[in-house]
């Protein structure tokens, strides 16, 4: 069964450092998510992502944040000075868009940030 | 700002019994409901969905039932087997929200025990 991939599984970063986070979606899936869970906390929407731009977007997702489809494959989320507020299980999701369809949004197993 | 809600952090039942996983919800413009299972060190896995326009939904051992006058979805599981123990998110979202992908809103989880 096809399934979302998230690598690295555990990133530890010093504040203020530029970290990337990736995730190969499910091949045929066209719209992907990033979504956070700080640790004793709810999952929380942070971006949705469809036809190379972003089409939803939380309150979480500030300046800080950036994501992109740099080839056919991946899905980035980019934090570009990291806080210690920013140490979360970073979920990456995708589903595939059909018209007047529920679909379902897939997960990876995430990246643990980690911020010192 | 609690949009889903899943009051029981904890459930034990007995392996053959029913689960009953309760999720409660404010927010009226949500129409696509879903529940997700979760084990540690891994990604939320796709359970079950429901749209507004039904009350009821069945996949096997897992039904999820839908009252939209209470605001109120539950998922049955039965009978409960030693895998089902897992933490169960309930979520939700826009299915319609003029073309843009909505992200989910997730409840803060019932860690269901399934004893022997």
């Known amino acids: 069964e096809p399934e979302v991939t998230q690598t690295p599984s555990h990133q530890v970063t010093q504040m203020g450092q530029e970290v990337i986070l990736r995730c190969v979606p499910i091949s045929n899936h066209l719209y992907f998510y990033w979504y956070r869970q700080i640790l004793g906390q709810k999952v929380e929407f942070l971006v949705s992502?469809?036809?190379?731009?972003?089409?939803?977007k939380s309150e979480i997702f500030d300046d800080q944040f950036s994501v992109e489809r740099p080839d056919g494959s991946n899905f980035t989320l980019k934090i570009r000075s990291t806080k210690l507020e920013d140490s979360a299980m970073y979920f990456c999701a995708s589903s595939r868009a059909l018209s007047g369809s529920n679909q379902p949004q897939h997960f990876g197993d995430g990246t643990r940030l980690s911020i010192l | 700002d609690q949009q889903v809600k899943q009051n029981s952090p904890s459930l034990s039942v007995q392996e053959g019994r029913i689960s009953i996983l309760n999720c409660d919800y404010t927010n009226s413009m949500f129409d696509y409901f879903l529940w997700y299972k979760k084990y540690p060190a891994e990604g939320p896995t796709f359970l079950i969905s429901i749209s507004s326009i039904k009350d009821k939904n069945e996949d096997g051992r897992f039904t999820v039932f839908l009252n939209k006058s209470a605001k109120h979805l539950s998922l049955h599981i039965v009978p409960s087997q030693p895998g089902d123990s897992a933490v169960y998110f309930c979520a939700a979202s826009r299915m319609y929200s003029g073309g843009g992908a909505d992200g989910l809103t997730f409840g803060k989880g019932t860690h269901l025990i399934i004893q022997p």
């Open positions: 992502f469809y036809n190379n731009e972003i089409s939803e």
